[in-house]
């Protein structure tokens, strides 16, 4: 076999055993994307992969399960609509979402990690970070919050700091890096500035990190190096298509957490109770207008 035969099967194998790498063909860029999925196709899907979330939840109650689930990507990945779709029909009291705003000067002077620790999952809950600790890695990186020492030490700290919650804490732990095409990038910002409903969604951050592409890319590039282990790997998902990248990342987390499917038990509505003494109320109550 010539050497150049047994560098491309290396890379194949390579590229198989570490889904991250999936993620970065030869120049950086995303492959061309598939036909965008339709709505009902799209929508008929998500109901059976929202059934199984159901099933999942009931299993990490009755079993005392820890689960903490990292989305990290660039801004417009889709992180938040991805987040959405996986607890649109589970309960906030299981599946908790935490997007924490800015460090506050006493965080600041905190060892870095601890401000991520109060938010953890207790037994029978999931943790669903939107932006994690990972922020040191990426967004402070590169816009010049911490030092280059400071990033270098997270990068080291990080895979020890990840063993010790998987196999001393028992935390089950799933990263998830959304990445999204330059073009795609740029059409969803531009319709963030556009439409009044998610003027919400762009800051002064957003505009400063579109602006530095490759250093983001450097960026992810040395954190998946990094922090990609064996025990808590990496896995990117193309997110150019939002219907498409959320119905797969449901599908990779379902198939990620064993559990097993509960008899559903048997209900039946009481009989409700006659009125005896109620009496209506002549109160006036203020109904609200029925415009629709």
């Known amino acids: 076999m010539s050497k150049k035969s047994k560098s491309a099967k290396k890379t194949k194998s390579a590229q198989a055993s570490n889904p991250a790498m999936q993620a970065q063909p030869a120049g950086g860029e995303t492959a061309a994307?598939?036909?965008?999925?339709?709505?009902?196709?799209?929508?008929?899907?998500?109901?059976?992969?929202?059934?199984e979330l159901v099933h999942l939840q009931q299993w990490v109650v009755s079993k005392g399960?820890?689960?903490?689930?990292?989305?990290?990507?660039?801004?417009?990945?889709?992180?938040?609509?991805?987040?959405k779709a996986i607890t649109g029909r589970v309960s906030p009291r299981v599946f908790r979402v935490v997007a924490l705003p800015a460090p506050t000067e006493r965080e600041k002077s905190q060892m870095y990690l601890q401000r991520y620790l109060p938010h953890f999952p207790a037994a029978g809950e999931v943790v669903i970070f939107d932006r994690?600790?990972?922020?040191?890695?990426?967004?402070?990186?590169?816009?010049?919050?911490?030092?280059?020492e400071q990033v270098q030490d997270f990068l080291k700290g990080a895979p020890l700091f990840e063993k010790l919650m998987v196999s001393k804490n028992d935390i089950i732990l799933l990263k998830y890096w959304l990445e999204v095409d330059m073009d795609e990038q740029t059409r969803r910002?531009?319709?963030?500035?556009?439409?009044?409903?998610?003027?919400?969604?762009?800051?002064?951050m957003d505009l400063?990190?579109?602006?530095?592409?490759?250093?983001?890319?450097?960026?992810?590039?040395?954190?998946?190096?990094?922090?990609?282990s064996e025990w808590a790997p990496w896995f990117a998902a193309r997110s150019d298509d939002k219907k498409r990248v959320r119905l797969n990342i449901i599908r990779h987390l379902l198939k990620s957490i064993p559990y097993e499917v509960p008899k559903p038990p048997k209900v039946t509505l009481p009989k409700r109770q006659s009125a005896g003494k109620y009496q209506e109320s002549d109160h006036p109550v203020k109904y609200v207008p029925e415009v629709f």
Do not use: C
Request: proline share 3%; charged share 35%.
């Open 33 to 51: 994307p598939a036909k965008k999925m339709s709505n009902k196709t799209y929508l008929k899907e998500l109901e059976k992969l929202e059934a």
């Open 65 to 83: 399960l820890k689960v903490i689930i990292v989305f990290e990507g660039r801004d417009g990945a889709g992180k938040g609509g991805t987040i």
């Open 132 to 148: 994690s600790w990972y922020n040191r890695a990426g967004v402070e990186r590169v816009m010049g919050f911490a030092s280059d």
């Open 189 to 204: 910002l531009e319709a963030r500035i556009t439409d009044p409903r998610k003027h919400w969604k762009l800051s002064p």
């Open 208 to 228: 400063k990190s579109y602006s530095r592409w490759y250093d983001y890319s450097q960026a992810r590039d040395d954190m998946f190096a990094a922090t990609d």
